[in-house]
């Protein structure tokens, strides 16, 4: 089986540079460090931009930072724009305030294959495990199950088993469109793939369900869909939720456009050319 050779890591963030500097410096600590990092970034002010430069200046890997103005909730733009700067051939979506573990990127690689995506899966954090970890500087990539599972007995994560468990590549293609873990806060996708049918839909207003709209496209343009879980999952930092006021409506569209067997975004890559 062919596995991707070059990756690249986009991270969105907007205005949350502590975060976003826990998940960058846990991308520094990857045990394999053959890919680059690009911040798309919705429109934060300059000390983002400060800080991205100070991580590159370090950084054992390519860091590139693409910037939007802010005006509103354009994450789908901000992913297609960092996807339009990826050198790589096999895209890795994550949000700026997702850690990874330190074997992110070899799982993610052992996991890809051609005509497939990957969906991967996340550990939620505590408010009060957040803002230690964030204060205290803690690395997550460097802490044992003992104290991870420290943190699950005082109720600051929500999971047990993936905390220590991996499972094989075995079992993991699904054959139908499932809304289940579909989250671009850790999705891996072929960069031809996403050329294939567009990239994310920027047509989308406000939050939610951009990423299952890409997902179905996909799955409709004969990509498969791989779950991630139990190999890629990530430690989401605590945050109060986004306004969903554009939920339900983005969550019909995404239905409609599954009967329909849509594959093409309606605004994505193409419309930047």
């Not at 919705?42 to 103005?69: I, K, Y």
């Not at 890795?92 to 005509?115: K, M, T, V």
């Not at 239905?255 to 050319?273: P, S």
Request: net charge positive; aromatic share 8%.
């Amino acid at each position: 089986m062919r596995h991707a050779q070059t990756i690249s890591v986009v991270i969105t963030t907007y205005n949350r540079p502590d975060a976003l500097a826990a998940v960058v410096r846990a991308c520094f600590m990857q045990n394999d460090k053959n890919f680059e990092i690009i911040i798309a970034d919705d429109g934060s002010t300059a000390n983002t931009r400060n800080l991205v430069q100070q991580l590159a200046a370090d950084a054992p890997m390519p860091v590139h930072h693409v910037w939007q103005p802010d005006e509103g909730f354009r994450a789908a733009m901000a992913r297609n724009r960092g996807t339009l700067a990826a050198q790589g051939e096999y895209i890795i979506f994550l949000d700026g305030d997702c850690i990874p573990q330190r074997d992110f990127i070899a799982r993610h690689r052992a996991l890809s294959e051609p005509g497939c995506l990957v969906s991967g899966s996340r550990i939620l954090m505590s408010e009060r495990l957040t803002r230690r970890v964030l204060n205290e500087g803690i690395e997550i990539p460097d802490t044992g199950l003992a104290t991870r599972m420290a943190w699950r007995l005082r109720g600051d994560l929500n999971k047990t088993l993936q905390l220590g468990l991996r499972w094989p590549d075995l079992g993991r293609v699904r054959n139908s469109f499932s809304w289940r873990r579909i989250k671009s806060c850790n999705l891996a996708v072929w960069r031809s793939d996403l050329e294939r049918v567009n990239g994310f839909d920027e047509s989308f207003t406000g939050w939610g369900h951009e990423d299952s709209d890409l997902v179905v496209r996909l799955f409709h343009a004969g990509v498969k869909r791989k779950d991630g879980a139990f190999a890629t999952e990530v430690f989401h930092l605590w945050h109060r939720e986004a306004q969903r006021d554009q939920e339900s409506s983005n969550r019909k569209v995404v239905l409609e456009r599954a009967a329909a067997k849509v594959t093409q975004a309606t605004v994505g890559l193409r419309e930047h050319a």
